[in-house]
């Protein structure tokens, strides 16, 4: 049971985590609590792969003295982390393209509210 | 609906391997196609092929160099749609 519990409440915490920038996606009217809520989605997606590339007993992926690379077991495995690093640097790209686009938004129709913006561009 | 969607998701991650066992399968030797798995490869051979100790950065740099070019191609085009889009607001603010 305590064995069940330890090896999952990294997943539960980031589920949780997902559900709230789901909801920030859905539920939310103001523009900019949307954008919020995708980068808590995309948080949580970040954190799920790195907490999925935990190995016990093993040390970061940087080659060590007195460590043989031989030894899988010694090294997390590095390729998450790569990519994960990708997938953060792309998310900061378009998180950045999403909010030059809000400040564009709110120049031209002063407000942020989805519903208000829908009624004025009709 | 979302309170349903976390339940489903928080029954299904009861499925997933305990966190941490090294003997999981993304860990083990081959996959389940038989095919060898690739992080082991980089872990075994990184310092062999590319002489840095920082197995993440050879993989980002060295096998993966094609990859971290579309990445920095999508940096790129992000920062230049920046510019342009605050860039013509301020156009239109000196007319």
């Known amino acids: 049971m305590l064995d069940f519990f330890m090896g999952h409440y990294a997943y539960w915490f980031t589920l949780i985590l997902l559900a709230i920038g789901l909801y920030g996606m859905l539920l939310k009217k103001n523009l900019v609590k949307k954008t919020i809520g995708l980068s808590i989605f995309q948080a949580a997606v970040i954190l799920f792969f790195v907490s999925v590339a935990m190995k016990k007993g093993a040390t ?29 640097v792309v998310g900061v790209a ?9 400040i564009t938004i709110y120049n031209r129709y002063e407000t942020l509210n989805e519903e208000e913006l829908l009624d004025k561009i009709q | ?30 996959s389940i196609t038989g095919t060898e798995v ?58």
């Open chain 1, 60 to 88: 970061v992926p940087v080659k060590a003295k007195g460590i043989p690379v031989s030894e899988v077991s010694n090294y997390l495995n590095a390729l998450p982390h790569t990519l994960m690093l990708t997938a953060i």
């Open chain 1, 94 to 102: 378009t998180l950045g393209v999403a909010l030059a686009l809000i």
């Open chain 2, 1 to 30: 609906m979302i309170i349903t969607f976390t339940t489903v998701l928080l029954y299904a991650a009861s499925d997933l391997p305990l966190r941490g066992n090294p003997d999981n399968q993304m860990n083990q030797r081959e």
């Open chain 2, 38 to 95: 690739p992080g082991n490869y980089y872990i075994r051979e990184a310092y062999h092929d590319a002489h840095t100790p920082n197995i993440v950065t050879v993989i980002l740099g060295d096998y993966r160099s094609v990859d971290t070019l579309g990445e920095q191609i999508v940096i790129f085009s992000a920062g230049l749609i920046c510019f342009l889009l605050l860039r013509k607001r301020g156009q239109n603010d000196d007319e």
